[in-house]
């Protein structure tokens, strides 16, 4: 099986601006959950969507936010970007076996460096 | 909400020392931990994993135990090399909200 997959792998911007990040899962896999990671401060957990809906949302502001497609890919979105959004975004997918918590693959990461 | 905590943030060890990683977590409905690596430049990787219902589960080098009454589990690594030196993450998860809460990580890293 292919694994997670994540596009692009860099990525510069300005302040200001919008960024659009994509996750292709693994197959079969439903839930995309997104994090952000700088140095020094670990996984910062964004949302996490399963099935079209977020079914889990961290303590990030308005400005991230993200959709999940019917094929389970999915996009988040950073708008009137500032210069702490930079970091390398990560998103993870998992089966969603009903009632259990699964394993979170994760895919390779875009760095996003705001300037 | 649940919280877990990691220590050391840094661990240095021997190249062959055994080295420990410390996790608590505050809700005692989490029955769920895994653990990752995470190389440098690399992606987080599952290394191990335990549910509620064992105390130890053990591959190879690696182990891992959970105390469910005083709420801690541990990461083990035995006869340490230097492939090991990256940083490990715990998390802990309810089934009920699938959702993983982070520790902060900690750097290990394996002196020659």
């Known amino acids: 099986k292919a694994g997670v997959t994540q596009t692009p792998r860099y990525l510069i911007k300005t302040r200001g601006q919008q960024v659009t990040l994509s996750c292709s899962p693994i197959?079969?896999?439903?839930?995309v959950s997104w994090y952000q990671q700088t140095p020094g401060q670990g996984l910062q957990f964004l949302f996490e969507y399963f099935s079209e809906t977020q079914r889990n949302k961290g303590n990030f502001p308005g400005r991230f936010s993200g959709r999940q497609f019917s094929n389970s890919r999915s996009e988040m979105n950073v708008s009137t970007l500032e210069l702490g959004d930079s970091a390398l975004y990560l998103c993870?997918?998992?089966?969603?076996?009903?009632?259990?918590?699964?394993?979170?693959?994760f895919g390779p990461g875009t760095r996003l460096t705001v300037l | 909400g649940e919280n877990v905590e990691q220590h050391p943030s840094t661990l240095s060890v021997q190249e062959g020392d055994s080295a420990v990683i410390k996790c608590t977590y505050s809700d005692s409905a989490s029955n769920y931990f895994p653990w990752y690596k995470q190389e440098l430049g690399k992606r987080p990787q599952l290394i191990i994993d335990?549910?509620?219902n064992v105390g130890e589960k053990k591959d190879q080098r690696i182990a891992v135990t959970l105390n469910k009454t005083a709420k801690h589990f541990s990461l083990h690594i035995t006869e340490t090399q230097p492939e090991d030196s990256a940083v490990y993450f715990c998390?802990?998860?309810?089934?009920?909200?699938?959702?993983?809460?982070w520790g902060a990580g900690t750097k290990l890293i394996i002196k020659p």
């Open positions: 998390a802990a998860s309810m089934d009920s909200n699938y959702q993983l809460i």
């Open positions: 335990i549910r509620s």
């Open positions: 993870a997918s998992s089966f969603n076996t009903v009632g259990v918590t699964d394993t979170q693959y």
């Open positions: 197959s079969g896999h439903r839930s």
